[in-house]
Nanobody
Framework: EVQLVESGGDSVQAGGSLSLSCTIS????????MGWFRQAPGKEREGVAA???????DYARSVEGRFTISQDNAEKILYLQMNSLKPEDTAMYYC????????????????????????WGQGTLVTVSS
């Protein structure tokens, strides 16, 4: 069973930076899409950034230019570098993976839908104070 474990969440002031990591236990397919999602209190979970097995990346408009998604396949780690953090970035951040051809996973948009993802991590909390 594939497992994802996030880390790096913390409390920071607005304008600060954080780097989140997600360790994946194994790759079960050479084709996949991995993503970062977040859920703020009282709100629905939303996609933040995605990266596919070719290295293609996509971002939600709300984080584009501030967040960077990357992966280290050898170490099996997914990263999310978050700069210029805002109070509205406060949320539980989750990583997730969907196995299979990226065209199918991203058929509805560059950030996959929640139900397209196969496995989720337990989340790491990011709190940004003003």
């Amino acid at each position: 069973e594939v497992q994802l474990v996030e880390s790096g969440g913390d409390s920071v002031q607005a304008g600060g930076s954080l780097s989140l990591s997600c360790t994946i236990s194994e790759y079960t397919d050479t084709q996949y899409v991995m993503g970062w999602f977040r859920q703020a209190p009282g709100k629905e979970r939303e996609g933040v950034a995605a990266i596919d097995s070719r290295g293609g990346v996509d971002y939600a408009r709300s984080v584009e230019g501030r967040f960077t998604i990357s992966q280290d396949n050898a170490e099996k780690i997914l990263y999310l570098q978050m700069n210029s953090l805002k109070p509205e970035d406060t949320a539980m951040y989750y990583c997730a993976v969907a196995w299979g051809p990226w065209r199918a996973i991203q058929a509805t948009g560059p950030i996959p839908t929640l139900d397209a993802m196969d496995t989720w991590g337990q989340g790491t909390l990011v709190t940004v104070s003003s």
